[in-house]
C-alpha cells in the first residue's frame, strides 16, 4: 500500500513566507543599532536618560536579534518542507509569540494602541488559520533508536529545558533576567530603579521568543526518532542562535565592561549549548543522522 502525498495548506505557506519576512526584518533591526534606535522609538521603548544604561538597552535588543534568526530559520525549513508533521509544530511554535506578546510585553507598556493592533491582528491570523485550515500527515512507522540516538534525543531535551527556563524567567522575572544579563552593571540598576521600564520590556520580548523556540524544541525532542527534518530544523536554529548571542550580545557586553562583565548566567550558557550542537552537528554528521 502507497500513503498518498499530503495536501499543503497554501495560507499557511504563504503565512511560512511571511513570518520568514518578519523575522529577517526584526532580527536586522534589533542586530543593527542604528536601526535598533528606530525600533526602540516604533515600539514605545525610549532610551534611558543615563548612558550607560541607554548602552545596555541596546544590547538586550541584541538579545532579541539571534532569537529571531533561529526562529526565521524555522519558518524557512516550514516553508521548504512538504511534510505536514514538520510544518505544524513549527508553525504552532511560532504562533505563540504574539499573544504571549500580548500577555506580558505590551501589557506591561499600558497596551499601547499600534502594538496591540499589530498584535491582536497576527495573534488572529495565525490562530484562525491554523484552527480553519488543516494538514494531514501519514503516522510515521515506528522504530527503535539505537543506544547513541538517546544521548542525542536528551541533548535535545537539555537544550529545550535551558531555553524554557530562560524563557519563563524573562516573563515572570524580567528584572531578575536583566540584573543576571549584565552582573556589572547592579549598581548602577539599583541607583535607577525609575528607568529601566525599556530594559525590561525589551526583555519581556526576547521571553516570547524563547518560549516559541522552547516549543519547537520539545516538538522536536517528542519527535526525534522519526522526523529527521524537524531534528534538522532545530539543530540548526540552534546553532545559529546561540553563534549569534556570542557574536552580538555577549561581545558587545565584553567590550562595554571587560570580560569580568562576560560572566553572565544569561549570555554563557549560550556558549555551552554552541559547543554542545557543533558536536552533535558533527557526530551526527559522522553516523549520518544528519
Known sequence: MTSSTPRLSGVRT???????IVWFGEGVSTGVQP????????????????????AALYVTHAFEAPLKAGLLILALFGLLSRNPSVRTPLFVSMSLVPPINIAFHFRAQGFPLVSMTIATTLSAILWGSFLLTDEHA?????????????????????????????????????KTMLYWEFPCLTSTFDTHQSELSSLTVSILAAGSHLTALATASWFGTVGYRTNRTLRQAIALSSIAVAALMCALPLRQVVQQGGWTCARSPILLPFVLLLVGWVAYAAIGRMRGNV
Open 138 to 174: 501519514e503516522p510515521p512507522p515506528p522504530h527503535e533508536a539505537p543506544r547513541q540516538d538517546i544521548v542525542e534525543r536528551a541533548w535535545f531535551g537539555v537544550s529545550a529545558a535551558v531555553l524554557t527556563s530562560m524563557g519563563l524567567l524573562a516573563l515572570l522575572a524580567p
Open 14 to 20: 504563504f503565512l511560512f513566507v511571511g513570518l520568514a
Open 35 to 54: 536601526l535598533a534606535e528606530t525600533w526602540t522609538r516604533f515600539w514605545k521603548m525610549f532610551p534611558p536618560g543615563n548612558s550607560t544604561l541607554a
